[in-house]
């Protein structure tokens, strides 16, 4: 069995899992899926085993339209691109597993999520701010947070 | 200063902890390291990030797709050509727009170029934390000729804003192609001088061979991409492994080592510089008359819907954008994924165990440029 077909029958094997169809190939990536929360740990420890490492990892603030989180992963081998974007949709408030066990590159990218969007992450080692200052009460990237004056004053009709 | 040093505990009266930064010389920016010590050995470290942070990816979601331009050459400074020729290139994929052949070869001879002034602005730093000050003078005599060149064609010395959706601002000058031309043939002779220099002598091999050895499993748990990488032994570099642009034209080597330490990834930049150059005189050489800028380019920026990642090989390693889009000509989130960022957080695997005045070499050998990483 080739690396790519383990990888494939080990994710075939993860219940919430769901694939895409054959991703466009603007989107970057050679697999996209959506998965439940609880299986998240489930998930990197397959792309773990297969040598995968954890490329990117940050969330996305869709509580506008679906009241939720969304939290990206994307996993990558070393060589040719095997690029998959893995969802998790949380609802907004709620916590994701975290995968710092698993990948040392996902204890600071979630604390990044966390400072950014917060994203809260259960079993995180060491969850605080990374960019922003200490005992800082916001998180910059939600889209409810600041708006530049510019774009203010534009939607004022100034 | 009561917070700077403390006592860690009456039991262990002998340990302490230590702010490193986040103005001390060597940490290129604004880097705080706390390290907990014991004499002189560091028991365990912690990179404490986020001083340059200036919320880039804030700024993306406040203007639209052009608006953005010369927000990536500020994210690295030290490599800004390629970002900002990199988002150029994500967009010029998402909305599916062609480049012309010698926008295409322009831009390769420039990203070269940038990464020969950053590699060499490194070099000559990474000496001058070692303490010698000597390569500091030469390598910015070098990368000044570059920065002359670069200045040239797009006005800027070091935040350039030179690509646009479908080409670029300016075609290059006669005065650009000989001076890159002259550039190439002296470098290459200052290249062996630097050899002579610094590679054979004996303090700074002392202070790096052995120093700051990464663990090859280290690469997949943290996703260390570029030079860091490439002195594991791994051969992997996004210009080859995805080809972006037209970098599957042109013939050039991928240079490793295998020891992971700091000499290793001294030999490895040096070498990518000799490769860069290859690519240069490559592109020179082909360098098509015509056009400049595609000629129909959308009135308005806008990909569709949907999720789009790029990626290029900057000089620090894999940099990723990640862009979604919600279809209007605002972008819905972009995120950076910054090779250093990634770099640095081995930081806290890699110090513990080594002495502090490796810290210097370490620190400087994985070269962390700390806008890029705080965005």
Same mark, same amino acid.
Request: aromatic letters at 10%; proline letters at 5%; one cysteine or more.
């Given at each position: 069995?080739?690396?790519?077909?383990?990888?494939?029958?080990?994710?075939?094997?993860?219940?919430?899992?769901?694939?895409?169809?054959?991703?466009?190939?603007?989107?970057?990536?050679?697999?996209?899926?959506?998965?439940?929360?609880?299986?998240?740990?489930?998930?990197?420890?397959?792309?773990?085993?297969?040598?995968?490492?954890?490329?990117?990892?940050?969330?996305?603030?869709?509580?506008?339209?679906?009241?939720?989180?969304?939290?990206?992963?994307?996993?990558?081998?070393?060589?040719?691109?095997?690029?998959?974007?893995?969802?998790?949709?949380?609802?907004?408030?709620?916590?994701?597993?975290?995968?710092?066990?698993?990948?040392?590159?996902?204890?600071?990218?979630?604390?990044?999520?966390?400072?950014?969007?917060?994203?809260?992450?259960?079993?995180?080692?060491?969850?605080?701010?990374?960019?922003?200052?200490?005992?800082?009460?916001?998180?910059?990237?939600?889209?409810?947070?600041?708006?530049?004056?510019?774009?203010?004053?534009?939607?004022?009709?100034? | 200063?009561?917070?700077?040093?403390?006592?860690?505990?009456?039991?262990?009266?002998?340990?302490?902890?230590?702010?490193?930064?986040?103005?001390?010389?060597?940490?290129?920016?604004?880097?705080?390291?706390?390290?907990?010590?014991?004499?002189?050995?560091?028991?365990? %470290?912690?990179?404490?990030?986020?001083? $340059?942070?200036?919320?880039?990816?804030?700024?993306?979601?406040?203007?639209?797709?052009?608006?953005?331009?010369?927000?990536?050459?500020?994210?690295?400074?030290?490599?800004?050509?390629?970002?900002?020729?990199?988002?150029?290139?994500?967009?010029?994929?998402?909305?599916?727009?062609?480049?012309?052949?010698?926008?295409?070869?322009?831009?390769?001879?420039?990203?070269?170029?940038?990464?020969?002034?950053?590699?060499?602005?490194?070099?000559?730093?990474?000496?001058?934390?070692?303490?010698?000050?000597?390569?500091?003078?030469?390598?910015?005599?070098?990368?000044?000729?570059?920065?002359?060149?670069?200045?040239?064609? $797009?006005?800027?010395?070091?935040?350039?804003?030179?690509?646009?959706?479908?080409?670029?601002?300016?075609?290059?000058?006669?005065?650009?192609?000989?001076?890159?031309?002259?550039?190439?043939?002296?470098?290459?002779?200052?290249?062996?001088?630097?050899?002579?220099?610094?590679?054979?002598?004996?303090?700074?091999?002392?202070?790096?061979?052995?120093?700051?050895?990464?663990?090859?499993?280290?690469?997949?748990?943290?996703?260390?991409?570029?030079?860091?990488?490439?002195?594991?032994?791994?051969?992997?570099?996004?210009?080859?492994?995805?080809?972006?642009?037209?970098?599957?034209?042109?013939?050039?080597?991928?240079?490793?080592?295998?020891?992971?330490?700091?000499?290793?990834?001294?030999?490895?930049?040096?070498?990518?510089?000799?490769?860069?150059?290859?690519?240069?005189?490559?592109?020179?050489?082909?360098?098509?008359?015509?056009?400049?800028?595609?000629?129909?380019?959308?009135?308005?920026?806008?990909?569709?819907?949907?999720?789009?990642?790029?990626?290029?090989?900057? %000089?620090?390693?894999?940099?990723?954008?990640?862009?979604? $889009?919600?279809?209007?000509?605002?972008?819905?989130?972009?995120?950076?994924?910054?090779?250093?960022?990634?770099?640095?957080?081995?930081?806290?695997?890699?110090?513990?165990?080594?002495?502090?005045?490796?810290?210097? $070499?370490?620190?400087?050998?994985?070269?962390?440029?700390?806008?890029?990483?705080?965005?």
């Amino acid at each position: 069995m080739s690396e790519a077909s383990g990888l494939a029958a080990a994710l075939a094997g993860i219940a919430s899992l769901k694939t895409a169809e054959a991703p466009d190939a603007k989107s970057g990536c050679q697999g996209l899926h959506t998965v439940g929360r609880e299986a998240i740990v489930e998930v990197g420890r397959v792309f773990r085993e297969a040598g995968y490492m954890l490329e990117m990892l940050t969330a996305l603030d869709m509580r506008a339209a679906e009241q939720a989180m969304h939290v990206v992963y994307q996993f990558n081998r070393f060589g040719a691109p095997d690029r998959h974007r893995v969802r998790v949709v949380v609802p907004a408030g709620e916590a994701v597993p975290s995968l710092a066990d698993l990948f040392g590159s996902a204890n600071w990218y979630e604390r990044e999520a966390f400072d950014m969007l917060g994203v809260r992450f259960d079993g995180h080692p060491y969850l605080v701010r990374i960019l922003t200052e200490e005992g800082a009460d916001y998180h910059p990237l939600l889209k409810d947070f600041g708006v530049a004056p510019a774009a203010a004053e534009e939607a004022a009709g100034g | 200063m009561a917070e700077l040093i403390q006592i860690a505990s009456d039991e262990d009266r002998d340990t302490f902890y230590l702010n490193m930064g986040p103005q001390h010389p060597s940490t290129h920016g604004v880097l705080r390291l706390r390290l907990h010590l014991k004499g002189e050995r560091i028991l365990s %470290a912690e990179p404490i990030i986020g001083y $340059s942070h200036r919320a880039h990816e804030k700024m993306a979601e406040n203007r639209n797709y052009i608006q953005f331009l010369p927000n990536p050459s500020r994210v690295d400074y030290l490599s800004g050509m390629i970002y900002s020729i990199g988002y150029c290139q994500a967009i010029e994929k998402a909305i599916g727009l062609e480049v012309p052949e010698r926008a295409e070869y322009i831009r390769v001879i420039c990203n070269e170029l940038n990464r020969i002034s950053s590699h060499l602005l490194w070099f000559g730093t990474f000496l001058l934390d070692l303490g010698g000050v000597t390569p500091f003078l030469y390598c910015f005599d070098d990368r000044e000729k570059i920065l002359d060149l670069l200045d040239l064609v $797009s006005g800027s010395r070091l935040t350039y804003c030179y690509g646009r959706f479908g080409g670029l601002v300016n075609d290059v000058t006669d005065d650009f192609l000989e001076g890159t031309a002259r550039f190439c043939t002296a470098f290459r002779e200052r290249l062996r001088e630097y050899d002579r220099l610094v590679t054979q002598n004996v303090i700074f091999r002392n202070r790096t061979i052995g120093v700051g050895v990464m663990r090859p499993e280290l690469a997949q748990q943290f996703g260390i991409t570029g030079p860091c990488l490439r002195a594991m032994g791994m051969a992997r570099d996004v210009r080859r492994d995805e080809p972006y642009g037209i970098y599957d034209r042109f013939e050039f080597d991928i240079p490793t080592r295998t020891a992971s330490d700091c000499f290793d990834r001294y030999l490895v930049r040096i070498a990518e510089m000799e490769q860069s150059m290859r690519i240069v005189e490559q592109a020179l050489a082909k360098l098509p008359d015509g056009p400049i800028m595609a000629k129909k380019i959308p009135r308005k920026i806008a990909p569709a819907k949907g999720e789009y990642y790029f990626a290029v090989e900057s %000089a620090r390693g894999h940099f990723g954008m990640f862009i979604v $889009s919600d279809g209007s000509e605002i972008p819905y989130r972009i995120h950076l994924r910054t090779p250093s960022f990634a770099n640095l957080s081995t930081m806290r695997t890699v110090l513990p165990g080594t002495l502090l005045a490796d810290t210097v $070499s370490i620190l400087g050998s994985i070269d962390i440029v700390l806008p890029e990483i705080d965005r």
